[in-house]
């Protein structure tokens, strides 16, 4: 009676055992794929702040070019040195490595045949983790289904202003032979109510009293 008993004890344990197991092992495998997307969302998060710097340095060099020179770099060197100028001078301070690939390597959109750099990109291919909520100058990458489609051009230097700042508009004359429009008459205020002169109230007339008792006259003296 003793032997089946403890053959049954036996089965149960070894059922359990690999119950405890599977469990181990599909939590071990959670936690490795949650700490895969923590790690691949800093990389997207590093490649975003990357990427600025980019955005920034295409707008530095733009913005630094003299009159008749073509405002994009040929290649990503002239933003290291600027070979416009005699002496030094960086828009960026070094070439960063693309944190999704591991490599110094990037992609780069090109105004023509290589003639001028208008964007940079990751050469990754995979799915982003990040598809949405991204800051005011990223808002283009919302719902991109691979990293490489985040393209880090000169107009993402810096977010859409909420209100207008700056100069006044420039106003441009009329064209010769074409009469310019008059501006709109303002109509003059009308001209304020002038009020009527009051009169003074006039004072109440005065009534004896009925109940008082009439003042007596007095009787005039006959003249001697």
Excluded: C
């Excluded at 975003?48 to 707008?59: N, P, R, T, Y």
């Excluded at 630094?64 to 002496?87: C, H, I, N, V, W």
């Excluded at 800051?135 to 919302?142: K, S």
């Excluded at 004896?208 to 009787?219: R, W, Y």
């Amino acid at each position: 009676m003793r032997a089946p008993r403890m053959r049954r004890v036996g089965g149960f344990t070894y059922l359990s055992l690999l119950i405890l197991l599977a469990i181990i092992g599909l939590v071990t495998a959670t936690a490795l794929k949650l700490g895969s997307v923590v790690q691949r969302s800093r990389a997207e998060m590093e490649l975003l702040d990357i990427g600025a710097a980019f955005s920034d340095a295409l707008k530095s060099y733009a913005d630094a070019t003299p009159a008749g020179m073509p405002p994009q770099p040929p290649s990503l060197k002239e933003l290291l040195k600027d070979p416009r100028f005699p002496g030094t001078r960086r828009h960026l301070r070094k070439l960063f490595v693309d944190p999704m690939t591991g490599k110094a390597e990037w992609g780069i959109l090109y105004l023509g045949d290589k003639v001028g750099v208008l964007a940079v990109y990751s050469l990754s291919d995979a799915k982003p983790v990040k598809v949405g909520n991204f800051p005011a100058r990223y808002t283009g990458f919302e719902g991109k289904a691979h990293i490489s489609d985040w393209k880090f051009s000169m107009a993402l230097a810096g977010a859409a202003p909420t209100e207008m700042t700056g100069p006044s508009p420039r106003v441009t004359a009329p064209a010769p032979g074409k009469a310019q429009a008059a501006p709109p008459s303002i109509p003059a205020p009308p001209p304020p109510p002038v009020e009527a002169p009051v009169s003074p109230p006039e004072p109440p007339e005065v009534r004896p009293d009925p109940a008082e008792p009439p003042i007596p006259e007095t009787p005039e003296k006959p003249q001697n």
